[in-house]
């Protein structure tokens, strides 16, 4: 395979819209990816130049992943009086110790500073998650079972 068959292989890829395609024959071996501004070859290995008539197929793109919103809630002049607990990891939220359990805390609960208001998993570590304030449960903006990121806003309360 000689320059200009990589140099039209390239431009095939390039304008076929396919972001990888992997060619191999006896004696050579070619990875041409794309997704930047100039597509990217990478030669891994290459035997005596055989005159070969190389057959690509280009692979499918890989399709974007879905990825749910995370709620944030716009801060009113309503809720800018309320104090946000926030989510200190990553993990799954849970409102509760055990499936047989009742709730942490509910919407009008009283907490007060070191109170337990949910548990994060993370890496199969239960993780409690304490209250920093102390005042009454406004809203609870995420679903039990739900992912959370770090930093994610979990409770508003009312410190009054």
Known sequence: MDIKEIQSLIKFVAKSGASEVKLETEDVKITIKTG?????????????????SPMAQPIAPAQPVATTPINTESATDDESK????????????????????PNFVEVDSQVNV????????AMKLFNEIESEVSGKIVKILVDDSSPVEFDQPLFLVDPS
């Open 114 to 121: 070191g109170d337990t208001v949910c548990i994060i998993e």
């Open 82 to 101: 309320y104090i946000t607990i926030k989510s200190p990891i990553i993990g799954t939220f849970y409102r509760k110790p055990s499936p047989d359990k």
């Open 36 to 52: 930047s501004a100039t597509p990217e070859t990478t030669i891994i290995q290459a035997a005596s130049p055989i005159a070969t």
